[in-house]
């Protein structure tokens, strides 16, 4: 792929214009340190994406020469939807893709499609919205409390949508809203700030894997690309998704973003980089080396003054495609809510801050209890399960490795190895205040009001 720095300087020059500093430092592609973690097996690599701007690590690693610098020279195709990135990878066909968090985690524990996959790197926090319609947020905003300019405060609780949801009943009309994918990180958010609400979201079953039963929203499937347009036609009156979609409705007038997931989950993981067991054991170094490039990615992504320049490139037709403006919206440290409501939020998308790349398996347990919570795990398991499964899954010795390689290059500090064991702090920070800690996955199913119970065994 051509590195385009004509088209991403003369955007510099449009942020430049708009109050963005433009950087000026010249990035150094032309570095040829060769891999300190041994013979690159499998140089010529072809990785996945979908056009969301947390694939960012994947554009920067490429553009930026990070990949290279490691010997390796990939390619990257977009995908048509999760499905297809998923079978994909399973299939060989690429080898490698930016995926949802549960994708992998659901190949495993036993819905959808079974493979053994790992994720030796998380992508990045936060970056996911919900957005609602025009009409919707209008019935809506009586219910929200309003600051003294007369502002929303947020976040938004989904107790204002419940009495929208039930008119909707009276009229006889069922309430739908989208989500990208079943065991995607949207689908249990839309879910968690429904339920923490006193909304059913549905439950699945193995009669019913759309996940509807006893649902007071329907909740179904629709690529990221396409939310808007499905929002405008009126076939759904809200959804979750990633950027630059929930920004995208407000620009085109069509709806309101009323809460993101930083608000629903503080610094939540979202996305992760995937190859296939198997091809991590044949291909070992070529596994650390592609590591140690995305850790670079990330790194670089937060670091100061440089969004700017990532907007440029994911910009480009070849990643996410959309208007530098619209990206620029959440990139850069704002995120905008009703029309001309731009709020400062320099958290929405975080690549490198708080050990975001690091592959916690706390994270990963905790998509577990919501797959066990919503009935796509059918059965009961005992605790010990939870981190049996997680384990075979995300390698945080893969990302060790690679970071210390990194550290004996001079790449990276010592210090921003995370001390731990694979675990975070328990947590409250999320939009109902549950506590959620990852090495008692059974209690914390058990806390939630909406959902599946477990005995603890």
């Known amino acids: ?36 973690t041994g013979s690159i097996e499998k140089p010529q690599l072809t990785f996945g994406f979908i056009k969301l701007t947390d694939m960012a690590p994947l554009a920067i690693a490429k553009e930026l ?28 066909q690429i080898d490698g893709s930016h995926m949802l968090a549960g994708q992998p985690i659901a190949a495993s524990a036993g819905f959808g499609r079974q493979a053994e996959l790992i994720t030796p790197f998380s992508m990045d926090l936060n970056g996911n919205g919900i957005t609602v319609s025009n009409e ?19 976040p938004i609780k989904a107790d204002a949508l419940k009495p929208v949801v039930e008119s909707y009943k009276m009229e006889g009309k069922s309430f739908k809203m989208g989500m990208v994918f079943p065991v995607s990180t949207h689908n249990y958010e839309i879910r968690y700030w429904l339920a923490a609400g006193g909304i059913h979201p549905g439950m699945y079953t193995a009669e019913n894997i759309q996940g509807q039963v006893d649902a007071e929203v329907l909740l179904s499937v629709t690529p990221p690309p396409q939310m808007p347009a499905t929002l405008e036609s009126g076939t759904i009156y809200g959804y979750c998704v990633g950027e630059p979609w929930n920004q995208q409705a407000v620009i085109k007038g069509i709806g309101v973003p009323v809460t993101t997931n930083l608000d629903i989950w503080k610094n939540n993981p979202e996305k992760v980089f995937v190859v296939r067991k198997d091809f991590a054991e044949k291909y070992p170094n070529t596994t650390v080396a592609i590591t140690k490039a995305l850790i670079r990615a990330g790194k670089w ?3 100061p003054g ?108 010592l210090g921003d190895i995370p001390d731990t064991d694979g675990f975070k702090p328990p947590s409250a920070d999320f939009i109902d205040g549950k506590m959620y800690d990852g090495k008692a996955p059974i209690e914390y199913i058990n806390s939630f009001t909406i959902g599946n119970k477990d005995e603890i065994l």
């Not at 955007?11 to 592609?29: Q, R």
């Not at 919707?136 to 947020?154: E, L, T």
Request: net charge negative; proline share 7%; charged share 25%.
């Open 1 to 36: 792929m051509m590195r385009n720095y004509l088209f991403i300087l003369t955007v510099f020059i449009l942020f430049s214009g708009c109050g963005h500093s433009v950087p000026t430092k010249a990035v150094d592609v032309t570095s040829t340190v060769r891999p300190a």
């Open 65 to 92: 020469g990070f990949f290279e610098d490691e010997g390796l020279f990939v390619t990257i195709e977009a995908q048509s939807n999760w499905k297809n990135v998923l079978d994909r990878v399973i299939d060989g």
């Open 136 to 154: 919707v947020w209008n019935a809506m905003k009586p219910k929200v409390p309003k600051n003294d300019q007369g502002k929303p405060i947020h």
């Open 301 to 303: 992504l937060d670091e």
């Open 306 to 413: 440089n969004r700017p320049q990532a907007v440029g490139i994911l910009s480009l037709p070849d990643y996410v495609g959309a208007d530098s403006i619209v990206i620029a919206n959440s990139m850069t440290g704002t995120f905008e809510f009703e029309k001309g409501d731009k709020r400062s939020m320099p958290d929405f998308n975080v690549f490198y801050k708080y050990h975001a790349t690091y592959p916690f398996y706390s994270d990963g347990i905790w998509f577990l209890t919501q797959m066990r919570r919503w009935g796509q795990i059918p059965e009961s398991k005992e605790a010990p399960w939870y981190l049996e499964t997680i384990q075979d899954i995300y390698r945080p010795d893969i990302w060790r490795e690679a970071a210390k390689a990194l550290v004996e290059e001079g790449r990276l500090p």
